[in-house]
């Protein structure tokens, strides 16, 4: 039988290492579907929503050491729905390839059924767009869709694929992977880093994106660079991982929002490194530590691709450069020994860190403190599981009173989309069989993408989700009540909830309850036992403690 486009395709995403790939089907790509029954290496993982297929596939990309996760999505309505994860991907700097079926090409243009100029409408969250317009161009597009996915700055990349070139007859062989150039440091640079390390007494190191995907080795070799050289290592928003929080060189998590002890005592730094971090927003606080464009204090920044340094911020010393090599340029130089300033310096940071990781926290009268929850979750939670967020108030307790380790791999939506936390547990426990996956979702998250219950249960996984309930959008009030103190916002904001327990097991998960403090260990206890189904864990949180950091202000409606 001749080889038809659908199956060179197929081929040519084994070849690029693909295993997995993140659908919802569509006949706008039958052709590919029924060419990749014939290629066993490639897991076809049906979803229930596009915006779960997607952030499952970016989730993918943030655990394969550089490689992209692989979203599979119909036109129109299709890609529309995925869109959130592209967003993500985008922002995230993680590399994905989404597969866009396409009207067939004798319709471009006459406004067929779904049909949308990809290139105009996904031109703001893609490195790239491409079309494969012709046979003889299929397998080349996808070797090159990978590379600028994977290459400089991480990102998604889509591909067009029309939906009558499947079945036509394939020209030209599979085209390989391209080797990725990796960038490197100058041997003046590090001189100059050394020598501003080495007159700095209370540097500031921030710790990103970049650094998630040099592996353990280096992480370990952080680790040992903190010690060598003396210094607090913060890593930043959606990256609380890629330091031990135990450690003694932890400086405090530079996330949105730093508590004002913390970034107080972080303001006084005379250098920041920004190390594989491009900064953002979340990161800078609002563009006012390190100031922007004019940063108040030394800035040295470290990320793979030159163009993404010094965008925002003017640089004092820009490094284009696999933070890793960086990390192994210093430990091959002397380090000074530590100065009575430079060790007081990491050991008051920490110490501030140390107290808001304490685990303390008021008792609430209208519902559970989550900030015990996510305290106890240290009791059970595996060192080696992946921990992924949903966005909202409840996230605020998860990193204040989590512990973070290093061989935790933590998923979350960098830009702050609801619905990521249960379709990024579910591409966890894919991809790490046998290691535990955790999601932590609000009651307004679950509702969005929680149907991907119904993947697990398809795919035979067992993610454990821990939901808190508190019937409303939590972090909206807390921004109206900052803006507009003493109005009424519940009217904005309330949500009416369906009976999650029951909820739940109609998917055939199990599910527990919480509604005091005194529940919490024996329903987690309960929840982590079970390891042949996904798990919902119900928490009927408190309102009034808003977030980790704030009480509600005003009175909690009276129930009707």
Same mark, same amino acid.
């Given at each position: 039988?001749?080889?038809?486009?659908?199956?060179?395709?197929?081929? =040519?995403?084994?070849?690029?290492?693909?295993?997995?790939?993140?659908?919802?089907?569509?006949?706008?790509?039958?052709?590919?579907?029924?060419?990749?029954?014939?290629?066993?290496?490639?897991?076809?993982?049906?979803?229930?929503?596009?915006?779960?297929?997607?952030?499952?596939?970016?989730?993918?990309?943030?655990?394969?050491? @550089?490689?992209?996760?692989?979203?599979?999505? %119909?036109?129109?309505?299709?890609?529309?729905?995925?869109?959130?994860?592209?967003?993500?991907?985008?922002?995230?700097?993680?590399?994905?390839?989404?597969?866009?079926?396409?009207?067939?090409?004798?319709?471009?243009?006459?406004?067929?059924?779904?049909?949308?100029?990809?290139?105009?409408?996904?031109?703001?969250?893609?490195?790239?767009?491409? !079309?494969?317009?012709?046979?003889?161009?299929?397998?080349?597009?996808?070797?090159?869709?990978?590379?600028?996915?994977?290459?400089?700055?991480?990102?998604?990349?889509?591909?067009?694929?029309?939906?009558?070139?499947?079945?036509?007859?394939?020209?030209?062989?599979?085209?390989?992977?391209?080797?990725?150039?990796?960038?490197?440091?100058?041997? !003046?640079?590090?001189?100059?880093?050394?020598?501003?390390?080495?007159?700095?007494?209370?540097?500031?190191?921030?710790?990103?994106?970049?650094?998630?995907?040099?592996?353990?080795?280096?992480?370990?070799?952080? $680790?040992?660079?903190? !010690?060598?050289?003396?210094?607090?290592?913060?890593?930043?928003?959606?990256?609380?991982?890629?330091?031990?929080?135990? +450690?003694?060189?932890?400086?405090?998590?530079?996330?949105?929002?730093?508590?004002?002890?913390?970034?107080?005592?972080?303001?006084?730094?005379?250098?920041?490194?920004?190390?594989?971090?491009?900064? %953002?927003?979340?990161?800078?606080?609002?563009? $006012?530590? &390190?100031?922007?464009?004019?940063?108040? /204090?030394?800035?040295?920044?470290?990320?793979?691709?030159?163009?993404?340094?010094?965008?925002?911020?003017?640089?004092?010393?820009?490094?284009?450069?696999?933070?890793?090599?960086?990390?192994?340029? /210093?430990?091959?130089?002397?380090?000074?020994?530590? $100065?009575?300033?430079?060790?007081?310096?990491?050991?008051?940071?920490?110490?501030?860190?140390?107290? /808001?990781?304490?685990?303390?926290?008021?008792?609430?009268?209208?519902?559970?403190?989550?900030?015990?929850?996510?305290?106890?979750?240290?009791?059970?939670?595996?060192?080696?599981?992946?921990?992924?967020?949903?966005?909202?108030?409840?996230?605020?307790?998860?990193?204040?009173?989590?512990?973070?380790?290093?061989?935790?791999?933590? /998923?979350? %939506?960098?830009?702050?989309?609801?619905? =990521?936390?249960?379709?990024?547990?579910?591409?966890?426990?894919?991809?790490?069989?046998?290691?535990?996956?955790?999601?932590?979702? @609000?009651?307004?998250?679950?509702?969005?993408?929680?149907?991907?219950?119904?993947?697990?249960?398809?795919?035979?996984?067992?993610?454990?989700?821990?939901?808190?309930?508190?019937?409303?959008?939590?972090?909206?009030?807390? +921004? +109206?009540?900052?803006?507009?103190?003493?109005?009424?916002?519940?009217?904005?904001?309330?949500?009416?909830? &369906?009976?999650?327990?029951?909820?739940?097991?109609?998917?055939?998960?199990?599910?527990?309850?919480?509604?005091?403090?005194?529940?919490?260990?024996?329903?987690?206890?309960?929840?982590?036992?079970?390891?042949?189904?996904?798990?919902?864990?119900?928490?009927?949180?408190?309102?009034?403690?808003?977030?980790?950091?704030?009480?509600? $202000?005003?009175?909690?409606?009276? &129930?009707?």
């Amino acid at each position: 039988m001749t080889r038809t486009v659908g199956r060179l395709l197929a081929e =040519s995403l084994a070849a690029h290492d693909v295993d997995m790939i993140y659908c919802v089907p569509g006949e706008s790509y039958l052709g590919l579907t029924d060419a990749l029954t014939e290629v066993p290496s490639i897991r076809l993982v049906v979803c229930r929503h596009e915006g779960g297929a997607a952030f499952m596939a970016a989730a993918d990309g943030r655990m394969r050491d @550089g490689r992209a996760g692989v979203v599979l999505v %119909s036109r129109g309505p299709g890609v529309s729905n995925a869109m959130i994860g592209l967003h993500t991907a985008f922002h995230d700097a993680t590399p994905l390839v989404a597969l866009i079926g396409h009207v067939e090409r004798k319709d471009v243009g006459r406004l067929a059924l779904q049909e949308q100029n990809y290139s105009r409408l996904l031109a703001d969250v893609t490195k790239g767009v491409m !079309e494969v317009i012709q046979p003889i161009q299929a397998s080349e597009v996808i070797a090159r869709a990978f590379h600028l996915a994977q290459s400089g700055t991480p990102g998604p990349v889509a591909v067009i694929l029309p939906e009558d070139i499947f079945d036509q007859p394939a020209e030209g062989p599979v085209v390989q992977p391209s080797a990725l150039p990796k960038s490197g440091p100058r041997s !003046e640079d590090l001189d100059q880093l050394a020598e501003m390390l080495a007159n700095a007494e209370r540097p500031l190191v921030l710790v990103g994106g970049a650094m998630a995907a040099c592996g353990e080795q280096g992480l370990a070799d952080l $680790t040992r660079l903190a !010690e060598a050289w003396s210094l607090p290592i913060s890593p930043t928003h959606r990256r609380p991982h890629l330091f031990d929080a135990g +450690h003694p060189n932890y400086g405090g998590y530079m996330g949105i929002r730093v508590p004002k002890p913390l970034l107080d005592e972080m303001k006084k730094s005379d250098l920041m490194i920004c190390l594989g971090e491009r900064l %953002s927003d979340s990161i800078s606080q609002s563009y $006012t530590f &390190p100031a922007a464009p004019q940063p108040q /204090l030394p800035l040295v920044q470290v990320w793979p691709d030159a163009n993404e340094i010094g965008r925002v911020w003017r640089v004092d010393l820009p490094i284009a450069a696999d933070p890793h090599a960086v990390i192994r340029g /210093l430990l091959a130089r002397n380090a000074p020994e530590a $100065t009575e300033g430079r060790k007081a310096w990491v050991k008051g940071l920490n110490t501030i860190h140390r107290g /808001l990781l304490a685990p303390e926290w008021d008792k609430m009268e209208d519902g559970v403190n989550f900030g015990a929850v996510c305290a106890a979750m240290s009791r059970h939670i595996p060192a080696d599981a992946a921990v992924t967020s949903d966005a909202g108030n409840f996230s605020s307790f998860l990193h204040r009173y989590f512990p973070f380790k290093q061989t935790h791999v933590f /998923l979350a %939506s960098n830009v702050g989309a609801m619905g =990521s936390a249960v379709p990024m547990a579910v591409a966890a426990a894919l991809r790490r069989p046998g290691k535990r996956a955790v999601a932590f979702v @609000g009651d307004g998250g679950i509702l969005m993408t929680g149907n991907e219950i119904a993947t697990a249960m398809r795919e035979r996984v067992a993610p454990v989700i821990i939901l808190s309930d508190n019937s409303g959008y939590g972090t909206i009030g807390m +921004h +109206h009540e900052v803006r507009y103190p003493g109005r009424p916002y519940d009217r904005a904001i309330g949500l009416v909830n &369906p009976d999650f327990i029951a909820w739940a097991k109609s998917f055939g998960a199990a599910a527990f309850d919480v509604q005091t403090e005194e529940e919490i260990e024996p329903a987690l206890a309960a929840a982590f036992a079970i390891t042949d189904r996904p798990v919902v864990v119900h928490v009927k949180s408190s309102a009034v403690q808003a977030s980790a950091w704030r009480k509600r $202000t005003m009175p909690l409606p009276v &129930p009707a």
